[in-house]
């Protein structure tokens, strides 16, 4: 199924969007997750929420740093198009959307707030963990799907 390319290329250039926002640009990275949306919510910490210690910023350049491995895994399975590699690579993502949800309530319940980066990460974990589920409950018992790219 086409549609599962789509999505699944899509995901690899927002994974690169968002590692080169962390490399380089971290603390715009960073405040995409801690800028409340109008109604929902207050911040909990002042200066326009969470400071950004250089701990903070070092991490999040480490994590773009993970985000472009990441990127390039998935660019490389789909390339591939090797679907039993697609399948395992899609099962560990679903793993991955589902501690990084819960990671991301951890961090609006300590900002406080529900930003319009967090709405759109939560948006796109859910709609990626529910193509990852579909995908891989299509393929189950060896059938496959076309996903030529």
């Not at 409340?36 to 740093?65: C, H, K, Y």
């Not at 399975?77 to 099962?91: P, V």
């Not at 819960?102 to 709405?119: D, H, K, P, T």
Request: charged fraction near 15%.
């Amino acid at each position: 199924m086409k549609v599962y390319r789509t999505i699944y290329y899509g995901e690899v250039l927002l994974n690169l969007v968002s590692a080169l926002l962390a490399i380089l640009l971290p603390g715009y990275f960073l405040a995409q997750l801690t800028s409340p949306v109008a109604g929902l919510g207050q911040p909990t910490a002042n200066l326009g929420q969470l400071p950004q210690s250089d701990l903070a910023i070092e991490m999040a350049r480490w994590f773009g740093g993970l985000m472009v491995v990441l990127t390039w895994v998935g660019w490389r399975i789909l390339r591939s198009r090797d679907q039993r590699a697609l399948r395992n690579m899609l099962e560990a993502f679903l793993i991955g959307d589902i501690v990084h949800f819960f990671l991301l309530a951890q961090l609006l319940r300590v900002v406080g707030v529900f930003s319009l980066g967090a709405c759109f990460d939560v948006v796109a974990t859910v709609s990626l963990a529910i193509s990852r589920i579909l995908f891989l409950w299509q393929t189950r018992n060896g059938r496959t799907l076309d996903i030529e790219p």
